[in-house]
């Protein structure tokens, strides 16, 4: 099933802030997707906002980063 562009907006986005928000913490792509226990290119195409990642795997993500929903 395609995405919508408003959808592809919003993967773009949300994985641009994951993105800021492990800079942030001056982690690596691989060390996030150790604490999270996810393949590399998974948090390579979640951050470039290539896929949706469901909604648990989002809280494991947030509690790596440390930050808030809001955040």
Not at 7 to 33: C, D, M, P, Y
Request: aromatic share 6%; with cysteine.
């Amino acid at each position: 099933m395609a995405l919508s562009k408003e959808q592809a907006v919003l993967l773009h986005t949300f994985g641009a802030n994951v993105r800021r928000l492990r800079s942030a913490e001056k982690l690596t792509q691989a060390k996030l997707a150790e604490r999270v226990d996810l393949e590399l290119r998974t948090i390579q195409k979640f951050e470039s906002g290539e896929i949706n990642l469901p909604l648990t795997t989002l809280y494991r993500v947030r509690r790596a980063l440390g930050c808030s929903w809001e955040a």
